[in-house]
């Protein structure tokens, strides 16, 4: 994780930012190894810093050692607030496909004046897409599991299972075989209703 953040500082450097805010759940988890619904992480001029709730605290704790954890007692950005001005730098970036108008609105409120903010798109996910050694290991595991649930599910495709059945097998199986979960909500879709490429599963008995 630490050298993902290195990668990121570097990123910065050249972009110019003295620091970033973090809001997608996916790039904080990508970044500290936090899953989380509800945090922050700020990539400051001196440290990190990851904001979450009491939920989350024993998990951050153990995860993201390299972070300054802050709990929040409310609101994060009340807690945001509270971070020392000078780890904020004169530009921050923020990430402006993921934080919605309202919590951007909420960020420039706690924001001292001499800041100024910088919108960036993309910027983790362009460096996340090359994949080290052991992003690699885990692609390959997942698909090793992948191939093993559907050879399991093939014989249970038969007249009277409904897809919500079907489904719930898939998911079930994916887990048991050491799969954290489906990468998307699994699709069963049968009869008139197989041409519906993202069907939401039914009570429907093939």
């Not at 059945?165 to 998307?184: C, N, P």
């Amino acid at each position: 994780m630490k050298n993902r953040i290195e990668k990121l500082r570097a990123k910065l450097a050249e972009e110019q930012i003295d620091s970033l805010l973090v809001s997608s759940s996916v790039n904080i988890r990508y970044l500290t190894g936090l899953s989380s619904s509800n945090a922050l992480l700020l990539i400051g001029l001196e440290g990190e810093f990851l904001i979450t709730d009491f939920r989350y605290e024993e998990e951050a704790r153990s995860k993201a050692s390299g972070c300054e954890i802050r709990i929040a007692q409310d609101q994060l950005w009340e807690e945001f607030s509270l971070l020392p001005p000078r780890v904020l730098g004169e530009k921050m970036g923020f990430e402006s496909q993921h934080l919605p108008f309202e919590q951007y609105l909420k960020l420039k409120d706690t924001l001292p004046s001499s800041v100024s903010l910088v919108p960036k798109r993309d910027l983790i996910e362009n460096f996340s897409v090359i994949k080290d050694k052991g992003e690699i290991e885990k692609i390959q595991r997942a698909v090793e599991i992948t191939d093993r649930v559907f050879e399991q599910i093939l014989p249970l495709v038969k007249p009277g299972i409904s897809e919500q059945e079907l489904a719930a097998e898939i998911d079930y199986r994916i887990r048991k075989s050491g799969g954290e979960r489906a990468a998307f909500n699994t699709i069963v879709a049968s009869g008139e209703r197989s041409s519906m490429p993202h069907a939401t599963p039914t009570g429907r008995r093939m």
